[in-house]
């Protein structure tokens, strides 16, 4: 995921890895723009993570983050559908080359 983000920096991305926000570290985000980026391995498929994920997704809403979630295994098999989905949302943030 992140040689995929790392793609859209000469766009005028910035994205950075393991950000804390608030009470909580996101697997990616672009401060600037509230955009947070999470990649949910096995763990988020309990109850409990489930659970821990929507309470988190809501902190994050109420302090005016954008979530895009993706699950590992989209982000190994389908990494061009990922990159377009990231690109859809962030597209309005990137400068043209």
Do not use: C
């Not at 005028?12 to 672009?30: K, V």
């Amino acid at each position: 995921m992140w040689d995929m983000l790392r793609d859209f920096r000469p766009r005028g991305a910035r994205f950075r890895r393991e950000t804390p926000i608030g009470p909580y570290i996101a697997d990616f985000a672009w401060l600037s723009k509230k955009i947070v980026i999470e990649v949910d391995g096995d763990s988020h498929e309990t109850e409990a993570g489930l659970l821990h994920d929507r309470a988190r997704d809501r902190w994050m809403q109420a302090q005016g983050y954008r979530v895009l979630r993706f699950d590992n295994s989209d982000v190994l098999d389908a990494p061009d559908h990922v990159f377009l989905s990231i690109e859809e949302v962030i597209r309005r943030y990137l400068s043209d080359e």
